[in-house]
């Protein structure tokens, strides 16, 4: 079963304006990432949030977690049609020592120029 | 660019036919991963490998098998590819440790007839 499920599953703007994406999980974690993937290509990492943080940004990205909610936000700002790409939050499944990454449904975001 | 590479890029083939996918990384990452993808969905986990010599299925069911024999290579073997096994293989490497992001190879484009 997926631990993560992306909200919109798809968004359409246009250029300059700013995207939001939501993800919830469902069980405890320890860090929560997320992803892009340009169509038929591998992902691409983007963000790395840990539990104990509330916020982080990277350039034009600001990801939060609340893990009182199970749930994170992606927020790109400034958009450009070159962001147009599919985007996966992704959370840790198995022990320690093999911890793989859940991948959710994603969300498709098309920004138009 | 990430140094993780998949052979081949596309691959159309008859039923029943046996085939390999090989995965290869020159970073040295201990922890490496198969994921299938179907157009526009999300990924399933199918198999991950701790190291050589160690190999375990993730939460997809899937009748491919792999094998961890190097460091760098881990090959996914359909013994007798099915239209059902139609889909896109992404395979991924990272660091141990729970805060490392994965590396994505280009992914497989499989077609079975």
């Known amino acids: 079963s997926q631990q993560g499920e992306e909200d919109p599953q798809a968004l359409s703007i246009q250029e300059g304006e700013n995207a939001t994406m939501n993800c919830s999980y469902k069980?405890?974690?320890?860090?929560l990432q997320w992803y892009r993937q340009n169509s038929g290509r591998g992902l691409v990492h983007l963000i790395l949030i840990r539990s104990n943080e509330r916020e982080k940004h990277s350039g034009r990205l600001r990801v939060t977690l609340d893990t009182s909610k199970k749930s994170s936000s992606l927020l790109i700002t400034a958009s450009r049609a070159a962001d147009t790409a599919s985007y996966f939050c992704a959370t840790p499944f198995g022990n320690q020592a093999g911890t793989a990454l859940i991948f959710g449904k994603g969300t498709t975001l098309s920004v138009s120029s | 660019e990430a140094d993780i590479y998949q052979t081949p890029r596309y691959l159309v083939i008859g039923t029943g036919k046996k085939i390999t996918l090989e995965c290869s990384q020159t970073?040295?990452?201990?922890?490496m991963y198969w994921y299938q993808q179907d157009p526009g969905m999300e990924l399933h986990l199918i198999h991950y490998s701790y190291g050589v010599n160690s190999t375990e299925k993730g939460d997809l069911s899937s009748e491919s098998t792999v094998s961890r024999i190097r460091t760098e290579h881990f090959p996914l073997t359909l013994e007798s590819a099915r239209p059902s096994h139609t889909s896109q293989y992404l395979c991924?490497?990272?660091?141990?440790?729970?805060?490392?992001?994965?590396?994505f190879g280009p992914g497989t484009r499989l077609t079975v007839l």
């Open positions: 991924a490497s990272r660091l141990a440790g729970p805060y490392n992001e994965q590396f």
């Open positions: 970073m040295g990452h201990d922890k």
């Open positions: 069980t405890s974690i320890n860090n």
